[in-house]
Nanobody, 121 residues
Framework: QVHLAESGGGLVQPGGSLRLSCAAS????????RGWYRQAPGKQRELVAK???????KSADSVKGRFIISGDNAKNTVYLQMNNLKPEDTAVYYC???????????????WGQGTQVTVSS
Protein backbone atom coordinates (compact mmCIF):
# COMPACT_ATOMS: atom_id res chain seq x y z
CA GLN A 1 0.00 0.00 0.00
CA VAL A 2 1.02 3.59 -0.59
CA HIS A 3 0.14 6.10 2.10
CA LEU A 4 0.40 9.88 1.78
CA ALA A 5 0.67 12.02 4.91
CA GLU A 6 0.07 15.75 4.63
CA SER A 7 0.84 18.53 7.06
CA GLY A 8 1.09 22.28 7.24
CA GLY A 9 -2.42 23.58 6.73
CA GLY A 10 -4.10 26.09 9.01
CA LEU A 11 -5.52 29.56 9.39
CA VAL A 12 -3.54 32.52 8.08
CA GLN A 13 -4.24 36.17 7.43
CA PRO A 14 -4.27 37.57 3.90
CA GLY A 15 -0.72 38.19 2.75
CA GLY A 16 0.64 35.48 4.99
CA SER A 17 2.48 32.28 4.14
CA LEU A 18 2.09 28.56 4.75
CA ARG A 19 4.13 25.55 3.72
CA LEU A 20 2.42 22.28 2.98
CA SER A 21 4.31 19.01 3.15
CA CYS A 22 3.41 15.57 1.87
CA ALA A 23 5.37 12.38 2.38
CA ALA A 24 4.63 9.08 0.67
CA SER A 25 5.36 5.81 2.40
CA UNK A 26 5.00 2.23 1.29
CA UNK A 27 6.02 0.48 -1.89
CA UNK A 28 6.94 2.96 -4.62
CA UNK A 29 9.14 1.92 -7.51
CA UNK A 30 9.02 5.06 -9.63
CA UNK A 31 7.32 8.44 -9.41
CA UNK A 32 6.12 10.09 -12.62
CA UNK A 33 4.85 13.26 -11.07
CA ARG A 34 3.38 14.58 -7.83
CA GLY A 35 1.72 17.73 -6.69
CA TRP A 36 -1.24 19.46 -5.16
CA TYR A 37 -4.90 19.94 -5.95
CA ARG A 38 -7.38 21.99 -4.00
CA GLN A 39 -11.13 22.06 -3.60
CA ALA A 40 -13.10 24.99 -2.28
CA PRO A 41 -16.69 24.62 -1.06
CA GLY A 42 -19.07 24.29 -3.98
CA LYS A 43 -16.27 24.15 -6.53
CA GLN A 44 -14.54 21.41 -8.47
CA ARG A 45 -11.14 20.12 -7.47
CA GLU A 46 -8.45 21.98 -9.39
CA LEU A 47 -4.76 21.50 -9.99
CA VAL A 48 -2.61 23.93 -8.02
CA ALA A 49 0.85 22.77 -9.01
CA LYS A 50 2.75 19.67 -9.96
CA UNK A 51 6.35 18.58 -10.38
CA UNK A 52 7.77 15.72 -12.40
CA UNK A 53 10.59 13.39 -11.44
CA UNK A 54 12.82 15.61 -13.62
CA UNK A 55 11.76 18.63 -11.57
CA UNK A 56 9.69 20.15 -14.33
CA UNK A 57 6.93 22.18 -12.72
CA LYS A 58 3.52 23.42 -13.74
CA SER A 59 1.32 25.79 -11.78
CA ALA A 60 -2.16 27.21 -12.11
CA ASP A 61 -2.24 30.77 -13.38
CA SER A 62 -3.96 31.87 -10.19
CA VAL A 63 -0.95 30.93 -8.05
CA LYS A 64 1.97 31.75 -10.33
CA GLY A 65 4.42 34.08 -8.64
CA ARG A 66 3.02 33.21 -5.21
CA PHE A 67 3.26 29.42 -4.77
CA ILE A 68 6.38 27.33 -5.22
CA ILE A 69 6.33 23.56 -5.56
CA SER A 70 9.33 21.41 -4.79
CA GLY A 71 10.08 17.81 -4.04
CA ASP A 72 12.70 15.35 -2.92
CA ASN A 73 12.77 12.23 -5.08
CA ALA A 74 14.90 10.29 -2.60
CA LYS A 75 12.51 10.99 0.27
CA ASN A 76 9.27 10.67 -1.76
CA THR A 77 8.10 14.07 -0.63
CA VAL A 78 6.44 17.10 -2.18
CA TYR A 79 6.12 20.57 -0.75
CA LEU A 80 4.08 23.64 -1.53
CA GLN A 81 5.33 26.99 -0.32
CA MET A 82 2.40 29.40 -0.41
CA ASN A 83 3.15 33.10 -0.16
CA ASN A 84 0.98 36.18 -0.32
CA LEU A 85 -2.09 34.10 0.42
CA LYS A 86 -5.49 35.45 -0.56
CA PRO A 87 -8.97 34.62 0.74
CA GLU A 88 -9.70 32.87 -2.56
CA ASP A 89 -6.93 30.39 -1.76
CA THR A 90 -9.13 28.99 1.00
CA ALA A 91 -9.72 25.31 0.25
CA VAL A 92 -8.86 21.79 1.22
CA TYR A 93 -5.51 20.95 -0.33
CA TYR A 94 -4.78 17.40 -1.45
CA CYS A 95 -1.40 16.04 -2.39
CA UNK A 96 -1.09 13.28 -4.96
CA UNK A 97 1.57 11.01 -6.39
CA UNK A 98 1.30 9.44 -9.83
CA UNK A 99 3.57 6.49 -9.34
CA UNK A 100 4.44 2.93 -10.24
CA UNK A 101 4.42 0.54 -7.29
CA UNK A 102 6.38 -2.24 -8.99
CA UNK A 103 8.33 -2.56 -12.21
CA UNK A 104 6.05 -3.59 -15.05
CA UNK A 105 2.81 -2.47 -13.45
CA UNK A 106 0.74 0.47 -14.57
CA UNK A 107 1.19 3.70 -12.63
CA UNK A 108 -1.69 4.89 -10.52
CA UNK A 109 -2.81 7.97 -8.58
CA UNK A 110 -2.43 8.05 -4.82
CA TRP A 111 -4.02 10.78 -2.70
CA GLY A 112 -3.57 12.31 0.70
CA GLN A 113 -6.45 12.88 3.09
CA GLY A 114 -6.49 16.64 2.56
CA THR A 115 -5.47 19.56 4.73
CA GLN A 116 -7.53 22.69 5.28
CA VAL A 117 -6.09 26.07 4.38
CA THR A 118 -8.13 29.07 5.47
CA VAL A 119 -7.12 32.61 4.57
CA SER A 120 -9.08 35.14 6.58
CA SER A 121 -8.60 38.24 8.65
Amino acid sequence: QVHLAESGGGLVQPGGSLRLSCAASGSIFSIYDRGWYRQAPGKQRELVAKITSEDVTKSADSVKGRFIISGDNAKNTVYLQMNNLKPEDTAVYYCYFYAMKRWGTAPDDYWGQGTQVTVSS
